[in-house]
């Protein structure tokens, strides 16, 4: 649960080497991706997590953006993330080649499971983490009375 103001920071890890594609969903249903991304140099080279590694998302030695939620990001917002075992780039639509933080087309976004498991040759992992943004104060998870 966070509030306006707060900043969300997420650490992600891969068992094996993989190519990175995250898109994070806001409250209104719009979908963009934020990994790989315009601000990134090479793509596919910034877009690979080696094995074992810890990253976090963002980061800010090399991600110019944050996760800060507002008034306006009330409600549910999600992070989806798809982990492959080789760079899918030569196998994506247009709208998934890493230009990054623009709405992407409805018919895409709701097909993003279906299209990086479509891609051949390689082992996918998804990973979904949902955020529940509300202006509720802080509860102890219990009381004594």
Not at 2 to 12: D, Q
Not at 33 to 57: C, H, T, W, Y
Not at 99 to 113: H, K, Q, S
Not at 130 to 137: A, D, L
Request: proline residues 8%.
């Amino acid at each position: 649960y966070y509030r306006p103001g707060e900043a969300l920071t997420v650490f992600l890890r891969s068992e094996r080497d993989a190519w990175l594609s995250c898109f994070y969903i806001d409250v209104n249903g719009t979908a963009m991706q934020v990994v790989p991304n315009s601000f990134q140099g090479d793509k596919s080279a910034e877009s690979r997590i080696a094995a074992n590694v810890l990253r976090s998302l963002p980061d800010p030695r090399r991600d110019p953006f944050e996760f800060r939620f507002t008034v306006n990001t009330l409600g549910e917002e999600v992070l989806r993330c798809f982990a492959l075992t080789a760079d899918p780039m030569a196998h994506l639509p247009a709208a998934l080649k890493g230009d990054g933080f623009a709405p992407l087309p409805a018919d895409i976004a709701a097909r993003l499971t279906d299209i990086f498991h479509d891609v051949p040759g390689v082992l996918v992992a998804e990973a979904r983490l949902t955020v529940t943004v509300g202006n509720e104060p802080a509860t102890p998870a219990s009381q004594e009375n």
